[in-house]
């Protein structure tokens, strides 16, 4: 079954054959506090002379990042398998991992009359991070879409979800598109605008809005 990333009607994955390297299954539920991120001033030390853990996440800068401005989109999931996100010129989004526990908005919120569901969080060129809607509430970047085109090359591995197996970013791996950074970690993925510093993280405690 073909499935798609989509922010209202912009579906972000088309589907080709092609092989995938090594595989690993599903990680565990990760719960443990978030490393600095390099856009944010370094962490004020403690009394005990270590730094002090941020509080928030920081919109990630591109330093390290795979360029992946080349390709009109670019899809990943967490190496848990639980977040699937996308890339593009001019937008970056993550669809909610599947048993999220923070609260989302209604649908008659974010998309009244459409008859959608509220699915994920995007960023945009008009410096809103914001909840979206779309009509299929799971978003698998398959290692047979193009959108993973960016990823073939890598030699990143890849993840089984379901009967699916998915194009993995790497913990601690960044990638971007001009002004749009996302950067997979143990506590979730995290996106942004570097212009607008705007941006967001998706976890399975929730969403958190950056600027």
Same mark, same amino acid.
């Given at each position: 079954m073909a499935r798609h990333l989509v922010v209202s009607a912009i579906a $972000? #994955?088309? &589907?080709?054959? #092609?092989? @995938?390297p090594a595989q690993w299954t599903p990680g565990p539920i990760v719960t443990e506090s978030a490393t600095t991120v390099a856009t944010t001033p370094s962490a004020s030390p403690t009394s005990s002379g270590t730094a002090a853990t941020p509080t928030a996440p920081a919109v990630? !800068?591109?330093? *390290?990042a795979t360029? /992946?401005?080349?390709? !009109?989109?670019? !899809?990943?999931?967490?190496? @848990? *398998? +639980?977040? %699937? #996100?996308? $890339? +593009? @010129?001019? $937008?970056? &989004? #993550?669809?909610?991992?599947y048993g999220m526990? *923070?609260? /989302?908005?209604s649908s008659n919120t974010v998309c009244p009359g459409e008859g959608l569901d509220v699915t994920g969080v995007s960023v945009d060129s008009q410096g809103r991070a914001a909840y979206f809607c779309s009509g299929d509430p799971e978003a698998f970047p398959q290692t047979s879409s193009e959108s993973v085109? %960016? %990823?073939?090359? =890598?030699?990143?591995?890849?993840?089984?979800?379901?009967?699916? =197996? $998915?194009? /993995?970013l790497p913990y601690g791996k960044k990638i971007a598109n001009g002004a749009y950074v996302c950067i997979s970690e143990k506590v979730g993925v995290t996106c942004g605008n570097t212009q607008t510093g705007k941006g967001f993280r998706v976890a399975l405690a929730g969403v958190t809005f950056i600027g």
């Open positions: $972000l #994955c088309v &589907l080709s054959a #092609c092989s @995938s990630p !800068d591109a330093a *390290g360029d /992946v401005s080349g390709y !009109d989109f670019s !899809d990943f999931a967490s190496p @848990s *398998g +639980r977040i %699937w #996100c996308g $890339l +593009r @010129s001019d $937008l970056a &989004l #993550c669809h909610f991992p526990k *923070g609260k /989302v908005p085109a %960016w %990823w073939k090359p =890598t030699g990143y591995p890849s993840v089984k979800s379901d009967s699916f =197996t $998915l194009a /993995v």
